[in-house]
């Protein structure tokens, strides 16, 4: 059995997508790195891309719909380099973050009370403003800025192609 290239593409993207958010539950979950609002919401781009994909893989669906939604996940891939490139200038203090980016205002504990509080109720999310993770110098923002680049790029470059969705 062979997949037809209008499969093919939407397949890949639904694959990348899954091992993308399966990542980042892995580097949360099980190595403790916790996301910041910023990183929870570049989650989301993949998750439409992923869900899009998904439908696009659809048997029966014409294969100019697998087109059209396989270039909504190059377009869902580019608002999530723009939140990725935020995140990174955030982290490198270009510009402020959001205000969910900051740790709560009062810093460290001061009294008893206050300590017991704290640990009763820790902080639920990581700052944005602070690399949590990052590998050859590049934070997981960074990386994510360059895959969603080439994922974006990609994606609508595979769905302006004709070619790739004619059936043979």
Same mark, same amino acid.
């Given at each position: ?27 949360? &979950? ?56 935020? &995140? ?81």
């Amino acid at each position: 059995m062979t997949l037809s290239s209008d499969r093919l593409v939407p397949l890949a993207i639904f694959a990348v997508c899954a091992a993308s958010l399966g990542s980042a539950m892995v580097l949360e &979950h099980v190595f403790g790195v916790m996301p910041c609002i910023l990183c929870l919401w570049q989650r989301v781009p993949y998750a439409v891309a992923g869900a899009l994909a998904a439908v696009a893989l659809v048997p029966g669906l014409p294969a100019q719909a697998r087109r059209w939604l396989v270039a909504l996940c190059g377009v869902a891939f580019l608002v999530n380099l723009g939140i990725a490139s935020y &995140h990174v200038g955030v982290e490198q203090q270009w510009w402020a973050g959001t205000a969910q980016c900051s740790a709560p205002a009062g810093g460290a504990p001061q009294t008893l009370a206050e300590l017991q509080a704290a640990l009763e109720n820790p902080p639920t999310l990581a700052r944005c403003d602070e690399v949590g993770w990052s590998l050859f110098g590049i934070s997981l923002p960074g990386y994510n800025v360059i895959l969603s680049l080439l994922l974006g790029a990609g994606s609508l470059l595979a769905a302006a192609r004709p070619e790739l969705w004619r059936r043979r």
